[in-house]
């Protein structure tokens, strides 16, 4: 029991898993076992989006004490809207769309950290300043344009092996790589070092701005990836189709179990999350509760679940 | 020589001088009584809701839910307090109770602020919708009478947030309690070794935060006469931003009330300045955007240069 | 005198399945000055914070002023019945002034102008403890260097307003203080007893230990071992009974044929005299603290206006601020330094990483069982040597240490100065800022810091006690 108990607080992850398969067992419950399967494979294909950004915002927080991401909403936008103009619905303009869309959110991230490091804007405000811009350059850009993705695309986004979204797939690929980024590379040991302590990371060695200017493009980019999926996913790109991740990046963030101190992140956990945050919905949706009611829900249970998973520990 | 660290205080007031200067410039027919009374008229909700968040930020948290809490409020007062004003002073009292608890809350499981609050926002959007699906309800007329006062010579919304930044800036930066709040930010564990509680430091904290979130409700109410929950969404990044426009920190107990309230008013005028501009609206929220960052970029220069000095 | 201050019977704590106190008794007499000394990890910081009511007792029994103590002891407690401490790691409030700061221990210093007589109280003690201090009452803490800040904090502790005085406990009160306001310091601890107060004084520093104190209390593994009057010590004895062996290190001689070897780092920016480490050297930075030493370190460091030839690693001395990861395993942060070296097609080669964290630990004596554990389950003087292994596992030639002997126990230090010597035999090269003067005598040249900028260079013959002091206070004794 005891060691169960150690070997559980080493791996806070696991509680995002239990809670999304307690949620779920409620749901099918309820549904007297009707729609399982299917709910799990939709909520693995609405939780990859989630999934996506939560890891690039994962690695920000994991940067330490303050930095966040909250230019990821806008970029999601920019980089859908990008990604649609440029391919215009062609299969042959795909690659380059694609390369479009990275590339603006690549100019995002080296804005940000710009913002950050250049200016010494705090970066709760500086990636807040820049998704202002980013958002109006989007609406500018992308004007009452409403463009079909190229065919290749929707169906990426949209098709399922034996039931399982191979976007789903491709995103597990992505955690893995970034699992091994962190846990195997220099960059990883950075991104943990700088974010416990700064100066201290920079005096065993480290480039802690190469460091951070990396994680803050890479969250970009990841967003970016986001927006050009989500944007084969429904059909096109809409101004307002980041909207939900910023809040969203965030929370899944938190309740995977990363430190918001800095300096751990936690890469299972950000699965976890991402689908008991969509399991959470569907689980509201059947038992009929108004769209008012859930809203209020979502917001108590993230509440109980960060008061359950507690905050860190008292260093002695 | 420069003294570096009085421009540093000064900068929240250079910068709001400067936006002023440039409204006149481009819209001279605002450099009036009725024209500062206008542009101005949110500055009252603006400043208390930014003093509510700088309460916060003294103890190192950040309120991801006072917009939408501001929002609550209204609608709480358009309708209950309306309608039986004891039940609603009792509800108002009920929701600044709640403020107190998430802060006893955070403070005893060691909770991030921002995850918790991040939570908050969402049920007090709720609840807000709950009790007032769609704009409406009525604001009290002694609310709206307060709202309308007029003051000779200096309009109202500007008198009003001077007084409210200067009387929370004694309290805060001078008085004997306002020492144990900021040290309570900047080294809790030697406050707890010197036995002070920092629990109820921050429950105090907490308390003031939501006391101050109800007055920029009420006095928001009072100025649109009814109420809508999503009416001060943005107050959240509004609060935030005009506490660190107007020289506060992020951690570390380092504050300025009179800055902060400063640093709102700015945000408020430069929103009515991009309107006279007359740039696409494609363009209106990129440029509030960009006045931000030119306005931390210039606090930025000043700091480093006197860090260097 | 007779009747005790405060007094400590059977005293145990334990943390998980460290026992930091096994059974202490201790007591303070009123006007006494008690010294206690003792390795890292001994317990003595554990029952300095029992004392202060800022940690519980396991077990054991308290009394103040003759009364014992029920329930728990807690820090406002303490302070209501005049117990102050001063503790390692600083107390104040950064983001505060001076007089803000002593508000913060004084409840009764509030109502209309308090901002006045909280100012006027710390420069009066200020003025009584440290002439010439140069701190003013509404300085912020944080626009202070560090000594300073230690007298503002040790100054308030002897503060009264409403609430008595009786003990005052200084954990290592000297760690950032110069030679000057050290003396200063011990000088009024006997004034300060003269009129009664009782002080308990933890240091490294034995020469403080036996001049100020009136008797003596040695720790060893979470018990007292020795306690005896002052005057029946001497330096070597106190060392025996903490239980390391006595050793001279000032055999080591200077090597021949340096000046052949290759030029490690050149500095010509500190004033008239150039800084220069030649490849195998070790070179030693002395003068007052806060004169430019660590400043001189970091700047060799960032590679900012040096010549530097070789790759750098830095040892801390603030470990907190500058050194060791907290949530990191003890391995971890013996490695993070040699990481980069370690990869293999980009990736960590976790075998070669955990081989030489293994290496390391054997050859630091690292006091752990298991390399995985938290850097932070090993005490103060083990985590300095899980620094040290970061630097010297690494492929840096050259090491810049920042004072990073503070508050590390005798035993510990030997085994540094040993390996540093033979490491520079091996060709590495060694620039050492020490506050303690000692430490100089293992160096190859010596710069003295003043201002700023190097007023002199000593080689090891020329290496005098008299000669630093003389170059560091060239023009402040006016």
């Known amino acids: ?316 | 020589m420069i003294n570096r660290s009085l421009l540093r205080q000064a900068l929240p007031f250079l910068s709001l001088a400067v936006v002023l200067a440039a409204t006149f410039y481009v819209q001279p027919r605002t450099m009036s009584y009725f024209g500062l009374n206008l542009m101005l008229q949110y500055a009252v909700p603006i400043a208390l809701a930014t003093i509510a968040q700088m309460f916060i930020i003294t103890v190192n948290d950040l309120d991801l839910s006072i917009g939408p809490f501001v929002g609550l409020v209204g609608c709480v007062s358009a309708t209950l307090l309306y309608n039986d004003p004891f039940l609603g002073v009792l509800a108002l009292l009920a929701l600044i109770a709640c403020y107190g608890a998430v802060g006893a809350l955070i403070h005893l499981r060691n909770l991030p602020s921002i995850v918790v609050t991040l939570g908050l926002s969402f049920v007090w959007l709720g609840i807000a919708v709950l009790i007032l699906p769609s704009p409406g309800g009525k604001a009290p007329d002694w609310l709206k009478a307060i709202m309308s006062f007029q003051f000779p010579y200096v309009p109202f919304p500007i008198v009003a947030a001077v007084v409210i930044g200067l009387v929370v800036h004694v309290a805060l930066m001078n008085s004997s309690f306002g020492v144990i709040a900021r040290g309570a930010g900047g080294n809790p564990k030697a406050l707890a070794r010197a036995g002070w509680s920092l629990l109820w430091t921050k429950v105090s904290m907490y308390l003031l935060a939501g006391f101050f979130g109800v007055l920029s409700g009420l006095s928001l109410l009072g100025l649109t006469t009814s109420a809508d929950a999503h009416v001060a969404d943005r107050y959240t990044l509004y609060s935030i931003a005009g506490v660190i426009l107007g020289g506060g920190e992020f951690v570390g107990g380092r504050v300025s009330p009179l800055g902060a309230v400063v640093g709102a008013l700015t945000l408020a005028l430069a929103g009515s300045f991009l309107i006279f501009l007359k740039i696409s609206p494609d363009w209106q929220i990129g440029a509030q955007g960009a006045i931000l960052i030119i306005v931390l970029a210039l606090r930025a220069a000043v700091t480093y240069g006197e860090k260097r000095a | 005198m007779t009747g005790t201050v405060i007094k400590l019977d059977g005293a145990e704590k334990s943390f998980g399945a460290v026992r930091a106190l096994a059974g202490v008794d201790f007591s303070v007499r009123p006007g006494e000055c008690v010294g206690l000394v003792g390795h890292n990890g001994a317990g003595k910081s554990t029952l300095m914070n029992i004392l202060a009511g800022t940690l519980q007792r396991s077990a054991g029994e308290l009394s103040v002023g003759g009364r014992n103590i029920e329930g728990t002891w807690t820090a406002s407690r303490a302070q209501g019945d005049g117990v102050r401490c001063v503790f390692q790691e600083l107390s104040l409030c950064p983001n505060l002034s001076v007089a803000e700061n002593v508000r913060i221990t004084h409840g009764a210093i509030r109502g209309m102008g308090w901002k006045s007589r909280a100012g006027a109280l710390i420069a009066a003690k200020l003025d009584e403890i440290f002439p010439g201090h140069g701190i003013r009452p509404d300085d912020e803490i944080s626009d202070l260097p560090i000594g300073k800040r230690q007298m503002a904090e040790i100054a308030r502790a002897f503060t009264v307003t409403t609430e008595p005085l009786r003990l005052v406990i200084l954990d290592e009160p000297t760690s950032s203080l110069d030679a000057v306001t050290a003396q200063q310091l011990l000088a009024f601890v006997r004034q300060e007893t003269g009129r009664g107060t009782s002080i308990i004084l933890i240091s490294h520093l034995l020469g403080e230990i036996l001049a100020a104190s009136d008797r003596i209390v040695v720790m060893k593994d979470g018990k007292v071992v020795a306690e005896k009057p002052a005057r029946e010590f001497t330096r070597d004895s106190l060392v025996a009974a903490m239980g390391s062996e006595v050793r001279h290190s000032k055999t080591a001689t200077a090597k021949t044929g340096k000046s052949e070897a290759g030029m490690a780092v050149r500095v010509t920016t500190a004033g008239a005299i150039a800084l220069e480490a030649r490849k195998g050297e070790v070179i030693g930075l002395a003068g007052l603290a806060g004169h430019g030493q660590t400043r001189m370190l970091l700047q060799i460091y960032g590679r900012k206006n040096a010549e530097v030839k070789g790759a750098v690693a830095f040892v801390a001395g603030d470990r907190q601020s500058d050194g060791v990861f907290n949530i990191w395993s003890i391995g971890h942060n013996m490695s993070v330094r040699s990481v980069a070296a370690l990869r293999r097609l980009g990736l960590i080669d976790v075998k070669a990483e955990q081989n030489l964290q293994g290496e390391w630990r054997k050859r630091m004596a690292i006091r752990t069982d298991d390399v995985n554990n938290n850097i932070l389950t090993l005490s103060g003087g083990n985590q300095q040597k899980a620094l040290f292994a970061r630097a010297l596992a690494s492929d840096a030639t050259i090491i810049l240490m920042d004072d990073p002997m503070r508050g590390v126990d005798i035993g510990t230090k030997q085994e540094v100065y040993d390996m540093i010597r033979s490491e520079a035999a091996a060709g590495r090269t060694f620039i050492w800022y020490t506050t303690e003067f000692d430490e100089l005598d293992h160096c190859d040249r010596t710069y003295v810091f003043r201002n700023q900028g190097i007023v002199a260079a000593l080689d090891r013959s020329e290496l005098s006690e008299e000669r630093v002091l003389q170059a560091s206070f060239a023009e402040a004794v006016a």
């Open chain 1, 1 to 316: 029991m005891k060691n169960l108990a150690a070997a559980l607080s080493g791996k806070p992850w696991i509680w995002s898993f239990v809670a999304a398969a307690l949620v779920w067992l409620a749901t099918i419950t309820y549904t007297g076992g009707q729609g399982g399967g299917a709910i799990l494979s939709a909520a693995l294909s609405f939780a990859t989006f989630t999934i996506i950004v939560g890891l690039g915002q994962m690695l920000v927080i994991t940067t330490g004490p303050g930095n966040v991401d909250l230019s990821i909403p806008a970029t999601i936008t920019l980089s859908g809207v990008v990604a649609m103009k440029v391919m215009d619905t062609e299969t042959s303009r795909l690659l380059i769309g694609v390369v479009a869309a990275l590339a603006a959110s690549f100019v995002v991230g080296c804005f940000n950290f710009g913002l950050i490091r250049l200016l010494r804007i705090p970066p709760i405000i500086a990636t807040l300043s820049s998704s202002f811009l980013v958002l109006s350059t989007a609406i500018s850009y992308g004007r009452g344009l409403r463009i079909k993705p190229p065919p290749p695309l929707a169906e990426f986004a949209t098709m399922r092996m034996l039931g399982i979204p191979v976007v789903a797939l491709f995103v597990l690929l992505l955690t893995i790589a970034i699992a091994v980024l962190l846990s195997r590379t220099l960059y990883g040991r950075s991104v943990s070092a700088v974010g416990q302590n700064m100066r201290a990371a920079w005096l065993a060695g480290f480039n802690v701005d190469r460091t951070r200017f990396s994680t803050y493009v890479l969250s970009a980019l990841l967003a970016g990836v986001c927006g050009i999926v989500l944007s084969g996913f429904s059909g096109g790109a809409a101004l307002n189709m980041g909207e939900e991740f910023l809040l969203a990046s965030i929370a899944v963030v938190v309740i995977g179990g990363t430190s918001v101190a800095g300096g751990r992140a936690s890469v299972p956990g950000i699965w976890g999350a991402a689908i008991f945050m969509y399991l959470l919905v569907t689980m509201l949706n059947t038992f009929g509760a108004s769209a008012v009611i859930r809203l209020v829900l979502t917001g108590l249970i993230i509440i109980v679940v960060i008061v359950i998973a507690g905050g860190e520990k008292e260093q002695r």
